[in-house]
Nanobody
Framework: QEPLVESGGGSVQAGGSLTLSCLLS????????IGWFRQAPGKEREGVAL???????RYAEDVKGRFTASPDNAKNTLYLQMNSLKPEDTAMYFC???????????????????????WGQGTQVTVSS
């Protein structure tokens, strides 16, 4: 069983909404730092949102007010509700578990690489204009 499984991606028009899910099978959501990241073709991976119970949620500037990360501890799942989607949101979206929860202070958003215990396989989000 994969330690992380993302789902919920799809194709929408600009202004639409999608909800992504990140199901954890090995780490308890309640004590883990979980990140949502995205990578568009030809671009570097970038941080989107971080969640850790003790720090709350942090967002990249360009998704603040549009995206919301919320946990369901009973389902060991972290959701990413994405509203007012823009064509520039088009990317493969990944979730990941951090090696150290301290990076949920925002560090992981600014420096996405090399801090993960593992990544999921990703789910594609395509926003058309």
């Amino acid at each position: 069983q994969e330690p992380l499984v993302e789902s919920g991606g799809g194709s929408v028009q600009a202004g639409g909404s999608l909800t992504l899910s990140c199901l954890l099978s090995e780490d308890p959501l309640s004590t883990s730092c979980i990140g949502w990241f995205r990578q568009a073709p030809g671009k570097e991976r970038e941080g989107v949102a971080l969640f850790y119970t003790h720090y709350g949620t942090r967002y990249a500037e360009d998704v603040k007010g549009r995206f919301t990360a919320s946990p369901d501890n009973a389902k060991n799942t972290l959701y990413l509700q994405m509203n007012s989607l823009k064509p520039e949101d088009t990317a493969m979206y990944f979730c990941a578990v951090a090696i150290y929860a301290s990076v949920c202070d925002g560090t992981w958003l600014r420096d996405p690489e090399g801090r993960e215990k593992y990544w999921g396989q990703g789910t594609q989000v395509t926003v058309s204009s």
